[in-house]
Structures are given as C-alpha cells and as structure tokens.
C-alpha cells in the first residue's frame, strides 16, 4: 500500500478521486467485480443508518448500564433547540453528527449491530459524520457509498503506517484514525480535490495526538462514547478547514507516522488496559465495581 501522499499524487495526476483508487485497490487485491464491491458497501451503508435509528430509540440501554438512551435525548434537544425551546451552541449540523455518532456508540453499547469503520470503538464518527454531510449537500447514497471507500483507503494508510488499535496505540488509534478517515472522505463528498482530503487528514489527527484509551470498566463506554461525539465535530470541522484552503504545515504522512509513534511510548495504563485515565479515577474504580456486582447477581 502506497503513502497516503502518493495516493493523493496519483489521483491528483489522473483526475480521479481517492475513491476511484480504493476502488481499484479492493478489485485487484479481492479479485471481486467493483460493481459488487459497490453494493457490499451499500449493504453497509445500510447498517450504519439502521444503527443511527435503532440508537435514537428512548429505551435503549446497556447491558452494564454505564450508558442510556442518549442519542434519544440528544435528537430531543435538537429537536427543542430548532423549536427555540432551546439554545444550540455548536450549530445544527455539528450537534447532529455528534448525536449520530452518539447514537451509534450506545447501540454498540447495547450490543448492537454496528460496522466497525475501523474499529468497534470508533464505530460512530465515519457514519455520524457523512450521513449528515449528505444531508447537508442532498447527496444520493451512490456519493456516500464512495466517500467509505474514500474513507477506507485512508484507514488502511493509517493502520500499515501506524496503527488502529487501542491497545496498541492509544485512543489516537481509533477515535483518531477514524476522524480522520471520516473529514477526508466528506472532503471528497463536499467535491474537494485528494489534496484538500489529504489536508483534512493531517489536520483532524494533529487534534488527536496523544489521546490514551482508558475506558471505565474495560467496556467501550466511557469515555467512548463522548469521545467518537467529540471527534465527529473535529472531523467536520477540520473538514471545512481544508476545504477553506488551510493546509497542515506538517504533511499527511508524517502526522500518520508521528501518531505511530506516540502510541507505542504510551504507557501499558493508557491502552486499552482500563488501569490509568479516567478508569483509575476514584470514580471510575467504583463504576467498574458496580458494573463487576451487576454482572455477579446476573451469574446467579
């Protein structure tokens, strides 16, 4: 797999999109038809909306009950703020992908289905992030199809350069990787040149750099699923950046390989192990002893 500035220098001479290379890259190396590559990322698409729905249900829970319905209370403020009931602070279409992606995370919680773009753990920001950017932009499923493998072939660039594990990387790794894969490919679906994608990129992983994975009770709650909210704003944010025309002093690829190299110095507390962070707290050492009580009476 080539750099992610190669890719952005390829597609940049051949007129093409990054999409277009994803494409071509999955055909060759599956053998499969692109058509039926497309409609294999149609049925996904399909999931990540079913699952956008499914967690703005008002009684989904969790099973260790760390989390609730808050994709439904989040839709329910959006829906009192465009009423006037209610201030909205961070403007519409921020708040609503970060209530998506909110919603994803609590139905992952809920052991839902969700697709892992890449991870389980950052399952909520690709999906938050383009769904309402095609909303935005009244884009057709066709555009939200290529904008995954535009996000795709990003992660992939991410995981061969640094990584997209969050025992082995630290949350930069998931959260990260996948804001960064979803600001690149709503780029692309905004109609932004590989360029303007790859800066979105650079930019939205600069904000992540160093970010520990400490999840409360081993389980992909908190703080996951505040921060797949958080990073869907960043990613829709540095997404606009770029599209403005601000480029990252510090090339793409760089940015990839610095993050790699964070997490690897990134004590065995801060990944994934739920032994530092906000797991180590007085706070959270309780939740993780309330969660283990649940299970026990569960058992019996």
């Not at 909303?135 to 199809?145: H, K, R």
């Not at 790859?198 to 081993?218: F, H, I, K, R, Y």
């Not at 690897?264 to 007085?282: D, F, I, K, Q, V």
């Amino acid at each position: 797999m080539q750099s992610l500035q190669e890719l952005i220098a390829e597609a940049t001479a051949r007129g093409v999109t990054l999409a277009d290379l994803a494409l071509e890259y999955e055909a060759r190396e599956s053998g499969v038809d692109p058509r039926k590559l497309l409609q294999r990322m149609g049925e996904r698409l399909q999931v990540m909306r079913a699952s956008v729905a499914e967690g703005a249900r008002p009684g989904l829970r969790s099973y260790s009950g760390l989390t609730g319905p808050l994709g439904h209370k989040l839709l329910a403020h959006l829906a009192a703020a465009r009423s006037g009931e209610k201030p909205l602070l961070s403007g519409t279409s921020t708040f609503l992908a970060a209530s998506r992606a909110t919603a994803v995370m609590c139905v992952n919680a809920a052991m839902g289905r969700v697709v892992a773009t890449p991870t389980a753990g950052s399952a909520g920001i690709v999906p938050a992030v383009l769904l309402t950017v095609a909303e935005t932009l009244e884009a057709d499923d066709e555009a939200v199809i290529r904008a995954l493998f535009t996000a795709g072939i990003i992660g992939l660039v991410i995981a061969n350069r640094a990584s997209i594990s969050g025992a082995a990387g630290g949350c930069q790794a998931e959260v990260g990787a996948a804001a960064g894969m979803a600001a690149g490919a709503a780029v692309e679906l905004a109609g932004g040149s590989p360029e303007a994608a790859g800066a979105a990129v650079a930019l939205t992983l600069q904000n992540a750099l160093g970010l520990p994975c400490d999840p409360v009770a081993g389980l992909v709650e908190i703080p996951c699923v505040y921060r797949n909210a958080a990073f869907a704003a960043v990613a829709l944010t540095m997404a606009d950046l770029a599209l403005a025309g601000i480029r990252s002093p510090i090339p793409v690829d760089e940015v990839i390989d610095v993050m790699g190299q964070l997490g690897r110095h990134l004590p065995a507390e801060l990944r994934e192990t739920g032994r530092g962070g906000l797991a180590a707290t007085p706070t959270g050492i309780r939740l993780a002893r309330q969660v283990e009580w649940r299970e026990y009476r569960s058992e019996r």
